[in-house]
């Protein structure tokens, strides 16, 4: 089998993985200089089924994402289907109220701005940037086997497939998740914190109208949350301890809805689960590295975060955006080489600090309210309450739920 060559290699085609090839083959096709890209991937998405309900995994999707979707050219085929903005979101605490002094909440019109987001099916997302980049000449795809060892060599990385199937790379980009092979087969350590907690995750319908509303709900033992669907139904995102979680996903769908509907304070009234559920193990993790020689994490391979302000594709998204554009720069010049340390430590330096604090601030924010610490979750919602009060950190915060946050590359500042 012969050896196949790419400038850059990207192991992982999830949303970010795929963003990622699409901006840096888009960026090569507007210098007239493009690297000739790779992606391996071991389970391409499924083709779209006619009529299917909408899919357990959703995302909240900030208005940067949006942006970055939309100049890597994805986001018409998402646009095309059922999307869902969320104009308002609000937060509040399990002795408080929804709207109460002991609750937050921002309003995107108060911003003067259409909405603060909007929840799309993650598959929609994965199929969209899929044929995006399928439609690309600089990108070829290896499918269906995974990697099985990785060698260095002087001028470049090469990747076995478990095909036998030979790759040669002067840049390999780790996209593939949290349990990343590239990560671990590079020696990169990763810090890691369990929770103890899972996500349940289903869809329902509720007896009052979501209002285009995000609504979270922080109760001892996690978030509970519930994001507005295209259909009038709610995903749920219901974070608890793993024992809390095994019980819960073993109740009978009867017991479930009640006791889901307790928790949510009765926000949307009574709830009815239309689907079936599916649980997450939740931790917190992130890599000692991004880059070094001939590598670079992206997205959940770099870090992972708690889905309590759904941010871990938002943070992914940017994390592409800025290792496009640092090596788009790189592409102008004459001697090109992507797998320079020196260039690819601009990226790790820009992203690193972008995603540790925005890591730091949602792991205090379980913290306070999850950990079942009242004291502390009684000043974090008196402090929600002071917060929705000071309208400039409200603004703050409000921007950063919209996904501005720190240095954003190009491709999230034009629309
Ligand atoms: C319950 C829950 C709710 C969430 N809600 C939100 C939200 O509302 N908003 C938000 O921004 N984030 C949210 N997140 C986080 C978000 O889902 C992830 O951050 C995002 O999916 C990470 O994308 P990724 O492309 O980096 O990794 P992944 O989506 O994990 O993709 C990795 C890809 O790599 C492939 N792969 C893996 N191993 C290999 C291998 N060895 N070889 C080849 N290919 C491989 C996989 O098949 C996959 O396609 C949530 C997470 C959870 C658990």
Known sequence: MSTAEHDILIVGGGMVGLTCATLLAQYGEDTARSFSIGIVETSPPAPVRPNADIELRVSALSRISRTILQFSG???????????????????????????????????????????????????????????????????????????????????????????????????????????????????????????????????????SHRETAWQRFIAGGPVALLPLDDGRSSVVWSCPDATAAELMAADKKIFDQRLTLATDQVLGSLTTTTERADFPLSLAYAQRYTGRRYALIG?????????????????????????????????????????????????????????????????????????????????????????????VKRRLALYAMGDSGDLPMAARVS
């Open 300 to 392: 959940d391979a770099a870090h992972r975060v708690h889905p309590l302000a759904g941010q871990g594709a938002n943070l992914g998204l940017l994390d592409a955006a800025a290792l496009a554009e640092t090596l788009a720069v790189q592409q102008a010049s004459p001697v090109i080489d992507p797998g320079d340390p020196v260039i690819l430590r601009r990226y790790e330096r820009w992203r690193k600090g972008d995603t540790l604090l925005p890591m730091g601030v949602l792991d205090g924010l379980h913290r306070l309210f999850g950990a079942g610490w009242v004291p502390a979750a009684r000043l974090g919602g008196l402090g929600l309450g002071i917060v929705d009060r000071l309208a400039p």
């Open 74 to 208: 994805i986001w018409p085929a998402i646009a095309a289907t059922r999307i869902s903005p969320y104009r308002r979101m609000c937060v509040w605490q399990a002795d408080g109220a929804a709207g109460s002094a002991r609750s937050i909440s921002f309003d995107a019109a108060e911003l003067g701005e259409p909405d603060l987001g909007c929840i799309v099916e993650n598959g929609v997302i994965r199929r969209a940037a899929w044929e995006r980049v399928n439609a690309m000449h600089s990108v070829s795809l290896h499918l269906g086997s995974a990697p099985a060892a990785l060698h260095e060599e002087t001028d470049a990385l090469e990747l076995i497939l478990e095909n036998g199937q030979r790759l040669r790379t002067r840049l390999l980009v780790g996209a593939d998740g949290a349990r990343s092979w590239v990560r671990q087969a590079l020696g990169v350590t990763s810090r890691e914190r369990e929770y103890g907690q899972r996500a349940i995750v289903a869809h329902v319908e509720s007896q009052r």
